[in-house]
């Protein structure tokens, strides 16, 4: 699902004109890269290896899952415009008796929360208002849940990110 996103995103900013003019890498360990959209030759994925080739021959690989979130900035008019696509951390991984849900978004804007289990049951739905530039955290009572893998889900009418956690046992 993710490689699919990145093409998509990849490709549309590519067909507007290079109207974004970098590519910004947000991992999972609060890093981030940048790289100009004019020396980015291709994109290619080789299993979860997500594989940026650049003109001057440089390959650089990150697996899927490291990468929390791209931004698409341009930067020619002298205002950034960001994709806004909220950053969702969930931890820990793998948890026991608590979550720790926490988003961040460039916009005031509303989502919905899912925790899901294997089965597809919703074990948990909640309406969650972002504002602008401000953390949303919040605590997940995860001791009545079973061991196991669960999927979490932020999602709005545009997109949905998916994250799955796993459940330890004590």
């Known amino acids: 699902m993710k490689k699919i ?3 998509f995103l990849f490709f549309l900013t590519l067909n507007f004109d290079l109207s974004a003019q970098k590519m910004e890498f947000n ?11 004019s020396d980015i030759r291709k994109v290619t994925f080789d299993g979860d290896m997500f594989n940026l080739h650049l003109f ?4 650089y690989s990150w697996n899927v899952y490291t990468i929390d979130y791209l931004d698409f900035i341009n ?3 002298g205002i950034e ?21 926490s988003c961040k978004s460039l916009e005031n804007k509303s ?16 309406n969650i208002e972002l ?25 709005n009418n545009k997109f949905s990110i998916s994250k799955t956690i796993t459940k330890k046992t004590n």
Do not use: A, H, M
């Open 5 to 7: 996103l990145f093409l």
């Open 75 to 77: 930067e020619t008019s």
């Open 111 to 126: 989502y919905t929360f899912l925790l899901i289990d294997l089965n597809g049951k919703i074990l948990l739905e909640e």
């Open 81 to 101: 415009n960001k994709l806004d696509i909220p950053k969702l951390n969930i931890f820990p991984n793998p948890c026991q008796d608590e979550l720790w849900l």
């Open 27 to 37: 991992f999972t360990d609060f890093t981030s890269l940048e790289y100009n959209l």
């Open 56 to 59: 001057d021959g440089s390959i």
């Open 131 to 155: 504002t602008q530039n401000n953390d949303f955290k919040e605590r997940i009572d995860f001791s009545s849940f079973q061991s196991g893998n669960y999927k979490c889900v932020l999602k």
